[in-house]
């Protein structure tokens, strides 16, 4: 998946199982509130967000034995559907 067939892309039917939704909410929602005071915030979440994708990646290496390529992109769009609700 790239950035260019993003507006094609659908979710499957059901809600999409997040374990991390609670994390993700308690870290990134400070970080967004106070994202005009921080002036090295852009950063500090590309980082984050490299490091999750990085993650990402490795756990699906070892359940399922394949190293997957997984760009940022295909990220921000899990994790939209993620949080949602």
Do not use: S
Request: hydrophobic letters at 45%.
């Amino acid at each position: 998946m790239t950035a260019g067939n993003q507006e094609n892309f659908e979710m499957p039917e059901g809600r999409l199982t997040c374990t991390f939704k609670a994390g993700i909410k308690a870290i990134g929602t400070p970080v967004l509130q106070n994202f005009d005071i921080q002036e090295n915030a852009i950063g500090y979440l590309a980082i984050g967000l490299q490091n999750f994708v990085n993650l990402f990646a490795e756990n699906i290496t070892a359940i399922f034995g394949i190293k997957p390529e997984i760009n940022v992109e295909d990220v921000v769009i899990v994790l939209h559907y993620c949080l949602q609700g």
